[in-house]
């Protein structure tokens, strides 16, 4: 009895060891991304004293270390920080002109006529942008696992719905120019090709919107259309 008390009392006031938490290791890699670099000297400065076991740090461990998180040279672009974001945004915006003009300007020469230089100025724009867009993306830099949200806005589902409309959009608009390259293809002969005639008819404005009616009323199946006559149409 005596003995057993004896243990008792001695393991009741031994102090107790910490439980040692584990530490996840895939996290841990992406830990430094946000840590602040005196942050991050302190922290090699503490690895490298655990790891040594003495009360020193050995400098070589310290400066590989250093090395190890040191930030990516200024010719690299990170996908977090700003530039990247706006670069996107012009890019963005060079695809789209691609993707509203080339078609309309190929299915309307007069688009084309009144406006030369304009649409000349345009296009050297978005190529010479297309061209830096080659250079960024060699030098973007890239994350492990996906660990990225590109979460820039506070109404992701407002863009959902401007990114579905649009495409509503450049459907109607390039299936109206196809309509219209292919009335001309068979000569406006026919019911169900375009009317064109001299008048109004005959205008610019009038040609597209015609052909933009046709394609909306032709993707919501909402509209009489006449039926086809050849198999081109």
Known sequence: MKLRTTVQISSAIAPKKPTLKREDSFLKRFSTRQIPETQVGSNVHKETVEDTGSEGPDPDKIVRRRKRFSKPPRSVVNPDENFYFYWLMVLTLCVLYNFWTLIVRQSFPELQERASDFWLICDSLSDVIFIFDVVVQLRTGYLEQGLMVQS?????????????????????????????????AEGFQGDWVYPFRP???????????????????????????????????
């Open 152 to 184: 820039r806005t506070v109404w992701p589902n407002l863009w959902r719905v401007v990114n579905l409309i649009h495409i509503l959009l450049i459907l109607a608009h390039w299936f109206g120019c196809f309509y219209f390259l292919l009335s001309e």
């Open 199 to 233: 008048g109004d008819y005959a205008t610019l404005s009038r040609k597209y919107l015609g052909s933009l009616y046709w394609s909306t009323l032709t993707l919501t199946t909402i509209g009489d259309l006449p039926t086809p006559e050849t198999n081109a149409e």
